[in-house]
């Protein structure tokens, strides 16, 4: 039978690797989406993934194809601004389980367009599927 003393310790670890656990996934999250964002912006360069808001925009369209040409633009906005409120959400812990839940919804609806316009390989060769599950996993942790 093990002493108090070291099972005091053993439970104080694990907290400790959960909480250090949860900021790791705060930080990834976010830092994963904003660099998304800065792409947009060109921050990357050209030989990235858009390099312009000009070719975000046309992605979008082409993701969104089954929606109205103004709300497709929209959706451009609304995800680049969903993405930088919820980015700083996380990354400063305010409101993690309300930031973690509006990305995973975010990543979620992103995943579901890539799939119903590119196929089912798109999202899971950027791991969209992934990123709204760990932003899920993230809102039902206890703690920040």
Known sequence: MPNLCSQFSSKQMARKMESSARIFLRIAIAVTMLSAVADRFGFWGAQSGW???????????????????????????????????????????????????GTGVLLMIFALSMTISLGVKAPLDYSVWVGSAAAFFLAAQRGR
Do not use: C, D, H
Not at 53 to 63: A, S
Not at 74 to 96: C, D, H, K, N, P
């Open 51 to 101: 390099g312009n808001w000009q070719n975000f925009e046309k992605y979008t369209t082409e993701l969104t194809f089954f929606l109205p040409g103004i709300l497709s633009k929209f959706s451009a906005y609304a995800a680049t601004f969903f993405e930088i409120v919820f980015s700083v959400m996380l990354i400063s812990g305010f409101r993690t389980r309300e930031a973690a839940i």
